[in-house]
Nanobody
Framework: VQLVESGGGLAEAGGSLRLSCVASGSTRSIKTMGWSRQAPGKQRELVASILMHNGYPTYADSVKGRFTISRGSAGTISLQMDSLSEDDAAVYYC??????????????WGQGTQVSVSS
């Protein structure tokens, strides 16, 4: 499975951005997809994830009520980010957990997209 992110950029504090991720390859074998972020000097943080078979989302406490993860057609997800703060500035990575009995579980990561927030 290969992942391509889009939608990063610059937003003002309090503003919004929407990230999208499109998977290709064995999309039918994807179990979960999600977004993680990493700011300079900080550890990578799982922001949100979603179960692909039923759309059930989970969120980090730091983004609950502000970010919304959703799934589209097979292998696509989006992350709507509202009420952005400078603490949200980071490189955001899309990832997917996928696999079959034959392949076993594997994970794939996108290249990342930069989100910057100005005060």
């Amino acid at each position: 499975v290969q992942l391509v992110e889009s939608g990063g950029g610059l937003a003002e504090a309090g503003g919004s951005l929407r990230l999208s991720c499109v998977a290709s390859g064995s999309t039918r074998s994807i179990k979960t997809m999600g977004w993680s972020r990493q700011a300079p000097g900080k550890q990578r943080e799982l922001v949100a994830s979603i179960l692909m078979h039923n759309g059930y989302p989970t969120y980090a406490d730091s983004v609950k009520g502000r970010f919304t993860i959703s799934r589209g057609s097979a292998g696509t997800i989006s992350l709507q980010m509202d009420s952005l703060s400078e603490d949200d500035a980071a490189v955001y990575y899309c990832h997917a957990l996928w696999g079959t009995v034959e392949t076993g579980l594997q994970d794939s990561w996108g290249q990342g997209t930069q989100v910057s927030v100005s005060s």
